[in-house]
């Protein structure tokens, strides 16, 4: 099983149907949507009125159920999905998963309510969850110059302030890939990476 997260960032990318089409043949993989556009609002919303940061993170989370629903509506094969049992379920039919964080995400006292914590952290959070054998975080951002560790990631702000400390709770391969190379996704899954790089965490 992979995790793929689909960052909010391909809300109106040229490459978002590309990935959907990629993702709803693929096997065994859940997709985490992003929040994109509908989370920015939220960050405009709470800079404008300034309610508590818990509020926040509900309404990002909800943020990452519009986009998810979305990429429902553009895709067949794709199916909401809420809990692990709900995700599994929809695996066993030969579907495309894509994970509706909210309920699940509040009732969990250990993720902290943060804008450090944003889908990043979540896709590495459920990685863990759900016992998946990789995760893939899938950006608009070219690779060519990146730095392969996560702390530096962070520091260029291309994964969340969050998320090292999630991933290094996991014992899974993390790669990252270029919304531009949504073509060579199967190569990956294959063992392929020339498309993908590692992230050393």
Same mark, same amino acid.
């Given at each position: 099983?992979?995790?793929?997260?689909?960052?909010?960032?391909?809300?109106?990318?040229?490459?978002?149907?590309?990935?959907?089409?990629?993702?709803?043949?693929?096997?065994?993989?859940?997709?985490?949507?992003?929040?994109?556009?509908?989370?920015?609002?939220?960050?405009?919303?709470?800079?404008?009125?300034?309610?508590?940061?818990?509020?926040?993170?509900?309404?990002?989370?909800?943020?990452?159920?519009?986009?998810?629903?979305?990429?429902?509506?553009?895709?067949?094969?794709?199916?909401?999905?809420?809990?692990?049992?709900?995700?599994?379920?929809?695996?066993?039919?030969?579907?495309?998963?894509?994970?509706?964080?909210?309920?699940?995400?509040?009732?969990?006292?250990?993720?902290?309510?943060?804008?450090?914590?944003?889908?990043? @952290?979540?896709?590495?959070? !459920?990685?863990? #969850?759900?016992?998946? &054998? =990789?995760?893939?975080?899938?950006?608009?951002?070219? +690779? %060519?110059?990146?730095? @392969?560790?996560?702390?530096? !990631?962070?520091? #260029?702000?291309?994964? &969340? =302030?969050?998320?090292?400390?999630?991933?290094?709770? +996991? %014992?899974?391969?993390?790669?990252?890939?270029?919304?531009?190379?949504?073509?060579?996704?199967?190569?990956?899954?294959?063992?392929?990476?020339?498309?993908?790089?590692?992230?050393?965490?």
């Amino acid at each position: 099983m992979w995790v793929v997260k689909l960052g909010g960032s391909l809300a109106y990318s040229e490459h978002l149907r590309g990935w959907l089409s990629v993702l709803a043949d693929a096997p065994a993989v859940v997709i985490v949507p992003g929040g994109g556009p509908f989370a920015d609002q939220v960050r405009q919303a709470q800079a404008r009125w300034r309610f508590d940061e818990s509020s926040a993170h509900h309404m990002a989370l909800l943020a990452m159920q519009q986009f998810g629903t979305m990429l429902c509506a553009l895709q067949s094969g794709l199916t909401a999905a809420t809990t692990p049992e709900e995700l599994n379920a929809v695996l066993q039919r030969g579907g495309t998963p894509v994970w509706m964080p909210a309920s699940m995400v509040m009732a969990e006292s250990v993720i902290a309510h943060s804008w450090e914590v944003t889908s990043d @952290s979540l896709a590495a959070w !459920l990685s863990g #969850q759900l016992g998946a &054998d =990789a995760l893939l975080l899938v950006k608009s951002v070219p +690779l %060519d110059g990146l730095h @392969s560790n996560v702390d530096m !990631l962070m520091e #260029q702000r291309i994964v &969340d =302030a969050g998320i090292a400390g999630y991933l290094r709770a +996991l %014992d899974i391969p993390v790669w990252l890939m270029s919304a531009r190379d949504f073509a060579r996704f199967g190569g990956t899954l294959n063992g392929t990476m020339d498309a993908a790089m590692q992230i050393a965490y």
